[in-house]
């Protein structure tokens, strides 16, 4: 088999349809754009969203709030959580936390909030962590390393 012998499989391609090529191509004079309007003027279609002169539907509905593009959306796990996944003396990274279930993605970071009670310690590797958490980790002997 050669290059200039490969062809499409049978049926899989389709001549294009040509259009304005007189009256016997069956998509002569008007082109399938019918008479006269808006739609058959050449470079007069209408852009998305388009109601006819009515004020589009974007513009209707009210508008409320601000989505901020810049921010860090942070993964977050209480120290409750941790206490119940890991053993004492064990050490949470942010890998161990999705291995476990606790966290899904690490988005941005993870942050330890400090929700619950620390009865272990661990030593607890994040991106951040709340004044609680902290205090709930150093409290049971533990450590806090920020990545």
Known sequence: MKLHELSPA????????RIGRGPASGQGKTAGKGHKGQKA???????????????????????????????????????AALDKAYEAGATVTVDSLIEKGLVKKALDGV??????????????????????????????????EVL
């Open 10 to 17: 049978a049926g899989s391609t389709k001549e294009r349809k």
């Open 111 to 144: 942050k330890v909030l400090g929700h619950g009670e620390l009865t272990k310690a661990l030593t607890v590797q994040a991106n951040a962590f709340s004044e609680s958490a902290k205090q709930k980790i150093e409290a049971a002997g533990g450590k806090t």
């Open 41 to 79: 003027r050449a470079g007069r279609g209408m852009r998305a969203g388009f109601e006819g002169g009515q004020m589009p539907l974007q513009r209707r509905i009210p508008k409320r709030g601000f989505n901020n593009i810049f921010a860090t959306e942070m993964a977050i796990v209480n120290v």
